[in-house]
């Protein structure tokens, strides 16, 4: 970045300072540095997974984003990359991951399984779209999307986390923590528990 | 093409009289036998006959005639054609078959898909548990009588999209909106089942070490999300302190229904799914699933077409052992860095894949007589040029820096052993049979395509470790070099398709079963058809799902920090892992 892009206008630097002081917002800051290291979760699921590795390899470079630092625990990471096909046997991990990574945190779901159900949708245990379950900000189009889509997808992420601010981030608010989403569970089919009530419901009819 | 030869017709009547019915509907071929009959029968094919290699156990629902059918093939390791029997049992719960994980273990987990999809009760079997789904689902998927929730037809092309823009969505005619169902009365708060218990208690069962001390054995599970577990694979491991007693795979996580979505289709919608089963070798699942397809109908591809396929069936095999080796060496601690150079590599390949095919990954390029469209102009000399300059150097450079490295060296010679007897005894394929001294490949044990042409060796390392199959794959790599050198020179003009562009392909009603040697090992593929424009079964013989056989008994008596490197050594993609 250059000195004068964190800058915000309308402040007189004098010249002498000009490469060394910049006057900026804290938003500015504050989103400048977290956009600049998201660090990825450290999962993949299917085929998207690859063409994810080969972003992070030398043609592609995602550490040109400052995203290359995968971490395989969740609570490192600050996006989570759903790459690939989820199923109902994988969806209850995938909460649970989602839920044990800490504020702030994003979600892109690559390719078109996790965004819909893809090819595969149609299948009896495939869930259609990671969406069902958890909050997703960005999605992939692609089967699978070329690492060049997933860097698009994740610079939206940059985008996405310049727009906020630290006055209004959800993360920070008063009141109760951002709720854990109820983990499915594995019956005769899966069962999210927010729908206990409709399946109850749907037998009776 | 592998056509089951008629010797065996000869042979083996003769030594079972009377127990050995030839299947004679149009089409088939092989044996129908009593389940009484199946151990003996079995046992002698494998002791006296010599089918010692188990290759593939699969079910069919024939629902309108009332059977259920478990069609087993079988092939000797010194090479030639394979015996193909079956049995059939009524189509009336219970339905059960013995077993035949006592005489060839590599059964053990192609018998649990069976009983997990098509409910068929394995007697004898040691560890009969749901394999793709989890324990207490509703139902055994893959009988044809059974409907997912987002049923519409029984066969593709839906209705529901046609005529044009009119498009109903699957979530508005099920009752939750949502891919799902439960049987009748179900209450889901009175859900207190676990399904893994049934791991768990089988996971207790191992032979205890009478002399060690009497300490508690802690049982560790890896993955589904785990960085060394290629995918959503899980192990669920015993340790007697840092070491394995016993070791169970636990997979499904990536189950994607292949083979129900696959019978709705029609043959030529397939093509584009079997690209995702191994999607680091599109390429090869392609070229297996055209040729069972073209057994079939029993049409040749032209020589060009067979060509081209054959180049890129070799290109597949080395980008798919260049990722195999990147990630061996990753679980090994060299992270990444060696990936990088593994990755350089096959982003070169894929630039040819994406040159002739339009994807880099996910190819859709072979077609039922042919290939999907010609070389496109200059793609011949980038071949050339990769393949006679840059890639045998390369590939010295990648293994000079590896094969001697010294923690490769002490991580890989002697560990993970595989003998060569329990190899074959496992129905192991690929690299994984070759490096425990099994000189077994299908492009030369029963060549297909036009692979009796070329000159090149089956690679073959004798100690079975770790090490051997890292060396096997370098090995292969080079072969693989060799065989496009000579495809380069030899390529000739023509057309790329026997047949005209058509938008459905007509099948006689049959069986075929079309096997390649693919990157991993025997890939292959099982199709039924009674004459519709679906086949009536897809099958896939999984080399990745059918090697995990082998997984428990490498590692258990080694060390848990070995689990990641015998994973990353058997090369898995969870793709066809779980199907």
């Known amino acids: 970045m250059e000195s004068n892009e964190l800058n915000s206008p309308d402040y007189d630097i004098p010249p002498e300072l000009q490469a060394q002081v910049a006057i900026t917002s804290l938003d500015k800051l504050y989103n400048w ?81 996790a965004s819909g159900g893809g090819p595969f949708k149609e299948g009896y245990n495939v869930v259609s779209g990671v969406d069902k379950f958890i909050p997703v900000d960005v999605y992939v189009p692609g089967c699978p999307p070329t690492p060049q889509a997933l860097l698009n997808g994740l610079m939206k992420i940059q985008e996405k986390i310049k727009g906020e601010s630290i006055k209004t981030a959800r993360w920070y608010k008063k009141g109760p923590d951002m709720a854990e989403i109820p983990v499915p569970i594995l019956g005769p089919d899966l069962i999210d528990p927010r729908k206990i009530a409709l399946i109850q419901h749907g037998e009776k009819n | 093409m592998a056509t089951p030869a008629p010797v065996q017709t000869l042979d083996l009547s003769a030594r079972f009289p009377g127990v050995l019915n030839p299947d004679t509907r149009p089409g088939y071929s092989g044996w129908i036998l009593d389940s009484a009959n199946l151990l003996e029968f079995a046992t002698a094919l494998r002791d006296e006959l010599g089918y010692d290699y188990l290759s593939s156990v699969t079910a069919v629902d024939y629902l309108p005639d009332g059977k259920m059918e478990v069609v087993y093939h079988l092939y000797k390791t010194t090479g030639g054609t394979g015996v193909v029997f079956k049995i059939q049992v009524p189509r009336a719960d219970p339905i059960e078959v013995p077993s035949l994980v006592s005489i060839y273990p590599g059964a053990e987990l192609q018998e649990r898909e069976a009983w997990d999809l098509f409910g068929i009760k394995f007697t004898g079997h040691p560890d009969l548990r749901r394999i793709l789904m989890w324990e207490g689902f509703a139902g055994h998927p893959m009988r044809k009588d059974w409907r997912e929730p987002y049923f519409e037809e029984e066969a593709k092309p839906l209705k529901s999209r046609w005529p044009d823009g009119k498009i109903i969505m699957a979530e508005s005619k099920n009752l939750y909106g949502d891919n799902i169902a439960y ?93 995702r089963l191994d999607y680091l070798s599109s390429m090869s699942n392609n070229f297996g699933y055209a040729l069972a397809v073209e057994k079939l109908m029993n049409i040749k591809p032209t020589e060009r077409a067979e060509y081209i396929r054959v180049m890129m069936a070799e290109m597949t095999r080395i980008a798919n052992h260049l990722m195999a080796i990147g990630a061996l060496l990753n679980d090994l601690g060299a992270y990444f860095t060696p990936m990088l150079y593994a990755l350089e590599e096959r982003e070169l390949l894929l630039d040819i894949f994406e040159g002739v095919a339009g994807s880099r990954m996910m190819c859709n390029y072979f077609r039922f007589g042919g290939i999907a469209r010609d070389l496109p102009e200059g793609m011949f000399q980038k071949i050339k040029d990769l393949f006679f300059e840059r890639l045998p150097r390369k590939i010295d450079e990648i293994d000079r820096f590896l094969s001697e490295n010294e923690i490769i060296r002490s991580r890989g010679i002697g560990q993970g052993v595989l003998t ?114 679906t086949p009536w079964r897809y099958h896939v013989r999984a080399p990745s799902f059918i090697n995990l056989t082998a997984f428990g008994p490498i590692c258990i008596g080694q060390k848990v920090a070995d689990v990641v490197a015998v994973l990353g050594s058997i090369d898995i993609v969870l793709g066809e892992v779980d199907r």
């Not at chain 2, 996971?203 to 070490?209: E, H, I, M, P, V």
């Open chain 1, 33 to 113: 540095g977290r956009s600049a290291s998201v660090w990825p979760l450290m999962f993949g699921l299917a085929c998207c997974a690859i063409e994810m590795i080969c972003a992070a390899a030398s043609r592609f470079d995602i550490a040109r984003f400052g995203m290359e630092i995968m971490r395989p625990s969740p609570r490192q990471s600050d996006l989570m990359i759903i790459s690939g096909t989820v199923t109902k046997k994988m969806v209850p991990i995938i909460v649970r991951l989602y839920n044990q990574m800490p504020e702030p945190k994003y979600v892109l779901a690559m390719g078109a399984c």
């Open chain 2, 420 to 533: 060569a007897e329990d190899a074959v005894k496992y129905s192991t394929a690929g690299p994984l049979l070759r490096a425990s001294g099994i000189p077994y490949d299908v492009r030369r044990a029963e060549p297909y395509s036009i692979y009796d042409r070329f000159e090149f060796d089956v690679v073959v390392r004798t100690n079975g470790d770790i090490y051997d199959r890292l060396m096997v794959r370098f090995d292969e790599i080079r072969q693989s070099i060799r065989i496009v050198q000579q495809a380069v020179k030899q390529l000739p003009d023509g057309p790329v398709m026997a047949l005209k562009p058509m938008y459905q392909v007509r099948v006689p009603p049959g069986e075929a079963y079309g096997r390649v040697e693919g990157p991993k090992g025997e890939l292959g593929f099982y199709v039924v058809s009674n004459g519709k424009p």
């Open chain 2, 183 to 275: 049987p009748g009365g179900f209450n889901p708060e009175s859900q207190t089942f676990d399904p893994e218990k049934a791991l768990y208690e089988a996971l207790r069962k191992y032979q205890k070490d009478e002399i060690g001390l009497d300490t508690d054995h802690i049982l560790v599970n890896m993955g589904p999300q785990h960085p060394s577990t290629h995918g959503v694979f899980r192990v669920a491991v015993m340790l007697d302190g840092e070491k394995i007693v016993n070791l169970k795979p636990v997979m499904g996580y990536l189950h994607r229904n292949h083979e129900k979505i696959g019978e709705r289709n029609t043959f030529i919608m397939n093509m584009p799914y079997t690209d």
